[in-house]
C-alpha cells in the first residue's frame, strides 16, 4: 500500500514561495498520476495540480496557474510543488494524491492520499 508523506509547508508572508514534497511511502509513485489538493477551513477540499506518469502532462486550477508548478522525480519517489507569489487565499492544508482513475480533478479519483501539510499565507 503507497502511503504519501507529504511535507514543505510552514507559514510565509504574502508574495513568498514555499515548495511542498510528496515522497510514497511503502511503495513507489511509479506510472501513477499524482495531484495536489488543497482544503481551508470551512471549505471543500479542491483540485490544484496534477501530473501525469511521464511529466508530459499536466493540469492546474486557474487560481494557481502562473504561479504554481507541478514536478515529479521518479528516482527520488517523489512529487513536487513549488509555489510562489503566495496569497493570503492559497491558506489551506495541502494533501497529495496518487492513482488517478477518472476525473483528474475529483477527490474521489483517487486512490492513495496523504495526511497533509499546512501552509499559512500571512498579508
Known amino acids: 500500500q503507497v502511503r504519501p508523506v507529504e511535507s514543505g509547508g510552514g507559514l510565509v508572508q504574502a508574495g513568498g514561495s514555499l515548495r511542498l514534497s510528496c515522497e510514497a511511502s511503502?511503495?513507489?509513485?511509479?506510472?501513477?498520476?499524482w495531484a495536489w489538493f488543497r482544503q481551508a477551513p470551512g471549505k471543500e477540499r479542491e483540485f490544484v495540480s496534477a501530473?501525469?506518469?511521464?511529466?508530459?502532462?499536466?493540469y492546474y486550477s486557474d487560481s494557481v496557474k502562473g504561479r504554481f508548478t507541478i514536478s515529479r522525480d521518479n528516482a527520488k519517489n517523489s512529487v513536487y510543488l513549488q509555489m510562489n507569489s503566495l496569497k493570503p487565499e492559497d491558506t489551506a492544508t495541502y494533501y497529495c494524491?496518487?492513482?488517478?482513475?477518472?476525473?483528474?480533478?475529483?477527490?474521489?479519483?483517487?486512490?492513495?492520499w496523504g495526511q497533509g501539510t499546512q501552509v499559512t499565507v500571512s498579508s
Open positions: 501530473i501525469g506518469w511521464s511529466s508530459g502532462l499536466t
Open positions: 494524491a496518487g492513482d488517478v482513475s477518472g476525473n483528474w480533478y475529483a477527490t474521489s479519483s483517487y486512490n492513495y
Open positions: 511503502g511503495g513507489t509513485i511509479g506510472s501513477y498520476a
